[in-house]
């Protein structure tokens, strides 16, 4: 079983919906990150928390630590939201980032 | 956008062949980090630096060296390819340590035959 389990792992909607994209982990973090892939391959850091909740614009993202569970929300979703999102956590026994396999989302017009 | 760039974006050898990886960062952050991507695979390190002649292993370092002469350059090197090498590679940069990399380059797609 892998450290970070991210779901669903392919995700399509329709523009304007209210996207939910799950992280969950099995060990102890110091943080937990959110990465954005676009196709071509860029990665772009969309936040770092280890508590609570950030907002960036339409982006919302919420940490559980007890529950070790994160979400990551988009609001009002675009097409060019469409992208793979990426959970990683730093923790475990190296205490380096663990890296999910990423949701892809794709939303329609 | 932070200045990282990877050189080549792209590139097909064969196997056994020496290939090097260049990442050239322009924000004279300290550390710097090499990936790489496979499907079914987060992203998993190869190796990282913590600045000039600094280096050290990640996760997946077998078949694969790195040097770090200058700030702004990170080179990983696969001595002699092999078709399991065949990735796409990433390199990050940040001027925080703890593994928590602030900006990556835009990949390097590798292809070993």
């Known amino acids: 079983k892998n450290e970070v389990e991210q779901s669903p792992q392919n995700l399509t909607a329709q523009e304007g919906e209210f996207i939910t994209i799950n992280c969950s982990y099995s060990v102890g973090i110091s943080a937990l990150h959110w990465l954005q892939q676009h196709p071509g391959g860029g990665i772009v850091s969309l936040f770092m928390l280890s508590s609570g909740k950030k907002k960036h614009g339409r982006l919302i993202a919420t940490i559980n630590i007890q529950e070790k569970h994160s979400s990551l929300h988009i609001t009002a979703s675009h097409p060019r939201d469409s992208a793979v999102y990426i959970c990683a956590v730093r923790g475990g026994a190296t205490n380096k980032l663990i890296f999910g396999t990423g949701t892809l989302l794709a939303v329609q017009p | 956008d932070a200045g990282i760039t990877q050189s080549p974006r792209h590139k097909v050898t064969e196997t056994g062949t020496p290939v090097t990886l260049r990442c050239h960062q322009t924000?004279?952050?300290?550390?710097m980090y090499w990936y790489r991507q496979d499907p079914g695979h987060g992203l998993r390190l190869i190796h990282y630096s913590y600045g000039v002649k600094d280096t050290d292993k990640g996760e997946v370092s077998d078949g694969y060296s790195v040097s770090r002469s200058k700030t702004e350059d990170f080179l990983l090197t696969l001595e002699s390819a092999t078709s399991s090498q065949t990735s796409v590679y990433f390199c990050?940069?940040?001027?925080?340590?703890?593994?928590?990399?602030?900006?990556f380059g835009d990949g390097t797609r590798l292809s070993i035959l």
């Open positions: 924000e004279n952050h300290r550390y």
């Open positions: 990050a940069i940040s001027d925080s340590g703890g593994h928590q990399p602030q900006h």
